[in-house]
């Protein structure tokens, strides 16, 4: 079955470097387009980066540009987010997830098939 497995998560200070990693398996990863979300409480799931298939091509939500880079591994089939210089409200529950769909479509949440079950952010000083 697929699994999307997120780790890599923790507390971190203002400042500090942070990365999460996704493992897939149970699908043809480089045939997926990958995504990473975020959700703090009260709040809607956010987009955060994703990135194609083939690795070339990259889209950041504004909040993060600059900041987070997002890659992809196709031979271990992981994908990675590098949080630089992290703020207070990075604090979230971090998803990463799926899609076949068209690349365009990937900043928003109803374009992903498969969803990871999250790995808590927390920035805090």
């Known amino acids: 079955q697929v699994q999307l497995l997120e780790s890599g998560g923790g507390l971190a200070q203002p400042g500090d470097s942070l990365r999460l990693e996704c493992v897939v398996s149970?699908?043809?990863?480089?045939?997926?387009?990958m995504g990473w979300f975020r959700q703090a409480p009260g709040k809607e799931r956010e987009f955060v980066a994703s990135?194609?298939?083939?690795?070339?091509?990259?889209y950041y939500g504004h909040t993060v540009k600059g900041r987070f880079t997002i890659s992809r591994d196709n031979a271990e089939n992981t994908v990675k987010l590098q949080m630089n210089s992290p703020k207070l409200e990075d604090t979230a529950v971090y998803y990463c997830?799926?899609?076949?769909?068209?690349?365009?479509?990937?900043?928003?949440?109803?374009?992903?098939?498969?969803w990871g079950q999250g790995t808590q952010v927390t920035v805090s000083s």
């Open positions: 997830a799926a899609t076949r769909k068209m690349f365009i479509e990937t900043m928003t949440v109803p374009t992903y098939e498969y």
């Open positions: 149970g699908l043809p990863f480089t045939t997926y387009h």
């Open positions: 990135i194609s298939g083939s690795g070339v091509n990259t």
